[in-house]
Structures are given as structure tokens and as C-alpha cells.
């Protein structure tokens, strides 16, 4: 059974830094993409930033671009999400997605329950 | 950036109902569509991939159809279990969600 267990959430000042992280199991987790999705209090779900199975490849929404960093440890099967410049309306909850084993075109098959950041003073 | 409408935002339904959601895309899109269930306090969960492929354990009265920029989900009898926000989601260029559509009892 896939599992994705995040931590690293916490209340922080605007324009500090916060690293989240994402344990995978249960799933050859180097094989696969994965992403960080959030979700801001009583809103929708929005794409943050993804990266490829080896790790090479990064990608980040407009929103978060210049201020966030994906990376990968494969050997320890862990995501993370570096962040900082922290805005409020980066206040959300940050989950860990796991991305479909298909050629080209990947969707979310699993997410990890999430990790709340708020930024506040 | 691709964006996607969905419709209604919200919808009051008895059970048993047949239910359609309707997620418009801003370009063509092809068949990179995906459908999450959410619940309250809840991660989402894949329900529909490919606009119309079953994801393995989900129920059989979800279904999905259309392709290019217009597509349905349809839950064929509403169940107490299916009470929840539902999110399309494109995966052709980058991944882009839909506002989300809440069910609600009628």
C-alpha cells in the first residue's frame, strides 16, 4: 500500500523560511514523479511544484517560482519542499502527491493527509 | 496556463439522483483529465483518469466522459458516501485544477 506521510509544517513570520518533507513507502518511490499540491482554508486545490523520477527535472507554478525549491533523496526515499520568502498567502495545506507510472501524462494516484503551513506575524 | 471551469460550484441532490459535474477546459486538452474526490478534512483521491478510466477500487457508479475541452463526471446513484467536493484536473500542460463542485443533500 502507498504510503506519504509529511511533516515539516508550522506558524511562521512572513518572509521566513520553512522546509517541509514528504516520506514515501510502500512504492518504489525513485521510479516515480512526484509533486506538492496545497490548499489554502476553505479554497481549492492548487499545483505548486513538481519533479522527476531521477531528480533532474523541477517545475513550479508562477505563484511560488524563485521562492520555492524541490528536491529529491531517492536513497532515502524522501521528498522536500524548501521555502522561503514565505507570503500569508502561502497559508495552506501541503500535500504530497505521488504521479502516475504512464508514459508522457501523469496524474495524482496518491496523496499523502498534508502538513499545515501559516504564515502569520 | 491551461485553465479549467467547472459547474455547477455547488449542487443539492437527494439519494439516488443521477449527477453530472461539467469541467470546461480553456484549450483542447485531448483525453489529460483527471476527477478527485474530496471530504472534509480530507486528502483528495483519484477517482477518474484519462477522462474516463476507473482508477482501481473506485466505485462503478462514477464515470467519466468527453474529450478535447469538455468533460462530464457523472455518479449514476448518489450515495450517502458520495457527499463531497469533486475537482477535474488537466494534465496536458503542467497540472491545473477546476474551482471544485461541493454535493450537497437535497
Known amino acids: 500500500e502507498v504510503q506519504l506521510l509529511e511533516s515539516g509544517g508550522d506558524v511562521i513570520q512572513p518572509g521566513g523560511s520553512l522546509r517541509l518533507s514528504c516520506a514515501g513507502s510502500?512504492?518504489?518511490?525513485?521510479?516515480?514523479?512526484m509533486s506538492w499540491v496545497r490548499q489554502a482554508p476553505g479554497k481549492g486545490l492548487e499545483w505548486v511544484s513538481g519533479v522527476s523520477a531521477t531528480g533532474l527535472s523541477t517545475y513550479y507554478s508562477d505563484s511560488v517560482k524563485g521562492r520555492f525549491t524541490i528536491s529529491r533523496d531517492n536513497s532515502e526515499n524522501t521528498l522536500s519542499l524548501q521555502m522561503n520568502n514565505l507570503r500569508a498567502e502561502d497559508t495552506a495545506i501541503y500535500y504530497c502527491?505521488?504521479?502516475?507510472?504512464?508514459?508522457?501524462?501523469?496524474?495524482?494516484?496518491?496523496w499523502g493527509q498534508g502538513t499545515l503551513v501559516t504564515v502569520s506575524s | 496556463e491551461i485553465q479549467m471551469t467547472q459547474s455547477p460550484s455547488t449542487l443539492s441532490a437527494y439519494i439516488g439522483d443521477r449527477v453530472n459535474i461539467t469541467c470546461r477546459a480553456s484549450?483542447?486538452?485531448?483525453?489529460?483529465l483527471a476527477w478527485y474526490q474530496q471530504k472534509v478534512g480530507k486528502a483528495p483521491k483519484l477517482l477518474i483518469y484519462?477522462?474516463?478510466s476507473l482508477e482501481s477500487g473506485a466505485p462503478s457508479r462514477f464515470s467519466g466522459s468527453g474529450s478535447g475541452a469538455e468533460f462530464t463526471l457523472t455518479i449514476s446513484s448518489l450515495q450517502p458516501d458520495d457527499f463531497a467536493t469533486y475537482y477535474c484536473q488537466q494534465y496536458h500542460s503542467i497540472w491545473t485544477f477546476g474551482q471544485g463542485t461541493r454535493v450537497e443533500l437535497k
Open positions: 484519462k477522462a474516463s
Open positions: 502527491a505521488k504521479m502516475s507510472d504512464s508514459a508522457g501524462y501523469h496524474y495524482f494516484d496518491s
Open positions: 510502500g512504492f518504489t518511490f525513485s521510479r516515480f514523479s
Open positions: 484549450e483542447n486538452i485531448n483525453s489529460w
